[in-house]
């Protein structure tokens, strides 16, 4: 499963310059993970009020070309893993008007116990739509 998720650009993610200020990209890898759960039916309000979040772990990006404001971009969001105790994407962020490459990524997440803090588990009920919704 690949996932596009479209972002403008906004002149507050930008620098003196216009471009794209480089930490803004990791926020657009969860925008297109957070809309990828969405999609095989998995909300993190629902997780969080059952006790489970999962927090980033790992976190790369590489930068190919610049964008800028005004932008259209389109987030592509890929799952590369998935077990009972993690999950891990990778991203590639273009330009629509002309599918440029601006940054490709990953991110891993480790499911954990919201009370504790320890990794766990995830339950059949989030585990089986996932795996199903990622095949």
Do not use: C
């Amino acid at each position: 499963m690949v996932l596009e998720t479209e972002h403008r650009v906004n002149f507050y993610d930008t620098d003196t310059m216009a471009v794209i200020h480089h930490s803004n990209y990791i926020r657009w890898f969860e925008i297109g993970r957070v809309e990828l759960l969405r999609a095989v039916g998995i909300t993190l309000g629902e997780m969080m009020e059952d006790g489970y979040v999962f927090p980033i772990t790992e976190v790369s990006a590489k930068f190919h070309s610049p964008g800028y404001f005004d932008d259209v971009l389109i987030i592509e969001t890929t799952p590369t893993a998935l077990t009972r105790a993690k999950m891990a994407f990778d991203y590639r962020i273009m330009r629509k008007s002309d599918r440029t490459l601006l940054v490709t990524g990953h991110t891993q997440n480790v499911f954990t116990e919201k009370a504790t803090g320890k990794i766990t588990r995830l339950p059949a009920k989030y585990f089986e739509r996932l795996a199903k919704g990622l095949e």
